[in-house]
T-cell receptor, first 113, second 116 residues
Framework: NAGVTQTPKFQVLKTGQSMTLQCAQDMNHNSMYWYRQDPGMGLRLIYYSASEGTTDKGEVPNGYNVSRLNKREFSLRLESAAPSQTSVYFC????????????FGSGTQLSVL | AQKITQTQPGMFVQEKEAVTLDCTYDTSDPSYGLFWYKQPSSGEMIFLIYQGSYDQQNATEGRYSLNFQKARKSANLVISASQLGDSAMYFCAMREGRANFNKFYFGSGTKLNVKP
C-alpha cells in the first residue's frame, strides 16, 4: 500500500518555465490537498479538492492551477515559475470523515532559479 | 487573521522532562478539529494526536496529550518524558468546515530540541 505518492521528489526550474507536480493516492480518498512549506511559514494551503470533479482555492493559490484528473490523482501546475515559488510542496489526502487526519506524501523540493 | 498561531519558533527541553508546545486557533465554525503533526529532519509529516471541538475530554496518545481549552481557543501539545527522538518540528493544524468541504490550516511550527 503506497499511500500518497508525489513525483518528482526534486526539481530545478528556470524562471518562466512550466511544470506539473503529480500526486496519486491509492486509499480511495475523496479529498486531496496541495500545500507549500516555507521556513517560518508552516504549511500553507494552495488548492484542495473536496471530491472528484471539484477544486477550490486555498490560502495562496496565485500562480498555480490544479486538476483533479480522477479520484486518485490531483496535479499542481506552475504555468510560469517564479523564484518566489521555490518551496517544498506536499500533497495530502483524506477520506473525508470529520475526525480524520491528513495523509501526506513525501514532498517535492522545487527550486526556481 | 491567522487561523492557527504557534508563538514558540524554537524550544529546548531536557531529556526525560515534559514540554508544552503552544497553539491557539481562530474559527467561528462550531464544528472543527485540531491536529498535531511532527516533522523530523527527514521531512515526512507524522500525525500525533487529534481533538474534536465537541470532545469533552482531552485527547491522549501515549506520551502525547492535548490540553484543549475551548473558551481560550487553545490546543497545546504536551509531550511527557521527552526523548532525543522527539527533536523535530511540530505543527498544529485545524480542520474547519462541514462534511467533506474541509480546509486544513497549519501554524508556522515549533522546532523542539531535546538535550541529553
Amino acid at each position: 500500500n503506497a499511500g500518497v505518492t508525489q513525483t518528482p521528489k526534486f526539481q530545478v526550474l528556470k524562471t518562466g518555465q512550466s511544470m506539473t507536480l503529480q500526486c496519486a493516492q491509492d486509499m480511495n480518498h475523496n479529498s486531496m490537498y496541495w500545500y507549500r512549506q516555507d521556513p517560518g511559514m508552516g504549511l500553507r494551503l494552495i488548492y484542495y479538492s473536496a471530491s472528484e470533479g471539484t477544486t477550490d482555492k486555498g490560502e495562496v493559490p496565485n500562480g498555480y492551477n490544479v486538476s483533479r484528473l480522477n479520484k486518485r490523482e490531483f496535479s499542481l501546475r506552475l504555468e510560469s515559475a517564479a523564484p518566489s515559488q521555490t518551496s517544498v510542496y506536499f500533497c495530502a489526502s483524506r477520506l473525508g470523515q470529520p475526525n480524520e487526519k491528513l495523509f501526506f506524501g513525501s514532498g517535492t523540493q522545487l527550486s526556481v532559479l | 487573521a491567522q487561523k492557527i498561531t504557534q508563538t514558540q519558533p524554537g524550544m529546548f527541553v531536557q531529556e526525560k522532562e515534559a514540554v508544552t508546545l503552544d497553539c491557539t486557533y481562530d474559527t467561528s465554525d462550531p464544528s472543527y478539529g485540531l491536529f498535531w503533526y511532527k516533522q523530523p529532519s527527514s521531512g515526512e509529516m507524522i500525525f500525533l494526536i487529534y481533538q474534536g471541538s465537541y470532545d469533552q475530554q482531552n485527547a491522549t496518545e501515549g506520551r502525547y496529550s492535548l490540553n484543549f481549552q475551548k473558551a481560550r481557543k487553545s490546543a497545546n501539545l504536551v509531550i511527557s518524558a521527552s526523548q532525543l527522538g522527539d527533536s523535530a518540528m511540530y505543527f498544529c493544524a485545524m480542520r474547519e468546515g462541514r462534511a467533506n468541504f474541509n480546509k486544513f490550516y497549519f501554524g508556522s511550527g515549533t522546532k523542539l530540541n531535546v538535550k541529553p
